[in-house]
């Protein structure tokens, strides 16, 4: 896609080049594969899913779909690795939002006693909330689900995205503010 990063290759072995050498089996060119290629895939990856447990998950997918293509000889042009393994990525990648977004649904799920008015608004709520926190930018939703959803302290936030205390506070605490002002708004309308 334009504007996505591009997998740039690292230097390959001189005895043959990578595909040429997993065609015939050799196992180091396979690794040699995966280490010219997986920071590329990952970063495209990332960028594209925002999860990185997800697209580490995407990148193992890829290179096992192109070691796959590769060992049956299906590159047809060996100067075309570095698209090969793009394009095999983005197709992955495709397929993982367009399942993520079927699953979203929900299904109609009247419990007795339950009111179904309310759990409509409460789904409607929460959709809201999700496109508004899809808006922000990679290192606030990284803010939010560190320390919102999986408990970190603000100090482990910190770390983890090597950020001042400060600076995630100050994130943090925009970023809420913002969204709890724009959802008091709307409910005054």
Do not use: W
Not at 14 to 35: H, K, M
Not at 72 to 89: H, I, P, W, Y
């Amino acid at each position: 896609m334009p504007g996505e990063p591009t997998v740039a290759p690292a230097m390959i072995q001189p005895e043959g080049t990578i595909e040429q050498r997993i065609l015939a089996g050799d196992p180091s060119a396979e690794e040699d594969l995966v280490n010219a290629y997986s920071r590329g895939v990952f970063v495209i990856a990332v960028a594209r899913i925002r999860d990185s447990d997800a697209a580490r998950d995407l990148v193992q997918e890829v290179f096992i779909a192109v070691l796959q293509a590769l060992r049956k000889g299906q590159l047809r042009e060996s100067d075309k690795l570095t698209a090969f393994v793009q394009g095999t990525a983005r197709n992955l990648i495709n397929n993982y939002l367009r399942a993520r977004a079927h699953c979203a649904e929900c299904e109609l799920d009247l419990e007795a006693g339950s009111d179904p008015v309310e759990e409509l608004e409460s789904l409607e709520r929460q959709r809201l909330v999700r496109r508004e926190l899809e808006t922000l930018n990679f290192t606030d939703q990284q803010i939010l689900l560190l320390s919102l959803v999986d408990g970190h302290s603000l100090t482990e936030v910190a770390q983890k995205l090597n950020l001042s205390h400060d600076a995630v506070r100050a994130r943090k605490s925009r970023v809420v503010r913002k969204i709890t002002e724009k959802f008091a708004r709307m409910s005054q309308k």
